[in-house]
């Protein structure tokens, strides 16, 4: 059977996270680590909340969000690199965290489940981000919140994309008017957006219906 040009690119893009998966945590910093805390810590997250962490790769951002639940929530770690999810799922963060290995435009999940998801360093990825927003946002709880978050801004990571080139070479973040749109045809509602050097925050609602 053919493979589409989609497939392929998927195919390209989830080999190059497995590669970098083994050193992933190498290129953490304090700094970094310091920004995601305190963008959890500013989402108010209640004890006992759904969250889907989208992208988790090696799991940056769960002791964060566990934390933030107080050990009594659900969280589903996504992503479509398997050896990423390997590194994460081995440094032990079971029961609380399920583990999942999916591609985002096919999320293995019911709908209207989530009060939250994360997409810290990986929008950029979604080949189809339409697709992706409308996926998540059917996963999400009405009024529920989609977060996207890098810990540095727009303009740093598309330069960083196109300067890495070959396979992430077009992951770029939209730009704002851009993002809204497609945020509006997914049935969500930005409503906070911040980009600044330090960091890059787009807080989104899905609309009550």
């Known amino acids: 059977m053919a493979t589409?040009?989609?497939?392929?690119?998927?195919?390209?893009?989830?080999?190059?996270?497995?590669?970098?998966?083994?050193?992933?945590?190498?290129?953490?910093?304090e700094e970094r680590l310091e920004c995601l805390s305190n963008i959890v810590k500013e989402l108010d997250i209640k004890p006992g909340s759904h969250l889907l962490d989208i992208g988790s790769g090696t799991g940056i951002l769960?002791?964060?969000?566990?934390?933030?639940?107080?050990h009594t929530g659900k969280i589903i770690a996504l992503d479509f690199s398997l050896k990423m999810l390997q590194q994460a799922r081995a440094k032990g963060f079971q029961p609380v965290v399920d583990f999942i290995q999916a591609d985002i435009t096919a999320i293995p999940l019911s709908g209207n489940?989530?009060?939250?998801?994360?997409?810290?360093?990986?929008?950029p990825h979604f080949g189809n981000k339409a697709k992706a927003l409308k996926e998540?946002?059917?996963v999400l709880k009405s009024s529920g919140r989609l977060v996207i978050c890098h810990?540095?801004?727009?303009?740093?990571?598309?330069?960083?994309?196109?300067?890495?080139?070959?396979?992430?070479?077009?992951?770029?973040?939209?730009g704002e008017s851009q993002l809204k749109e497609l945020m509006r045809q997914a049935g969500l509602a930005i409503t906070y957006l911040e980009d600044?050097?330090?960091?890059?925050?787009v807080i989104a609602e899905k609309s009550a219906r």
């Open 196 to 201: 600044s050097p330090k960091r890059y925050l």
């Open 113 to 123: 489940l989530a009060d939250l998801a994360m997409c810290n360093s990986v929008f």
């Open 136 to 138: 998540i946002a059917r």
């Open 62 to 70: 769960l002791p964060f969000l566990i934390q933030a639940t107080d």
């Open 151 to 174: 810990t540095a801004g727009r303009e740093a990571i598309n330069q960083l994309h196109q300067s890495v080139g070959g396979v992430v070479a077009d992951d770029l973040l939209p």
């Open 4 to 29: 589409s040009t989609g497939s392929k690119l998927n195919m390209q893009l989830q080999g190059f996270f497995d590669q970098l998966a083994p050193n992933w945590d190498r290129e953490v910093t």
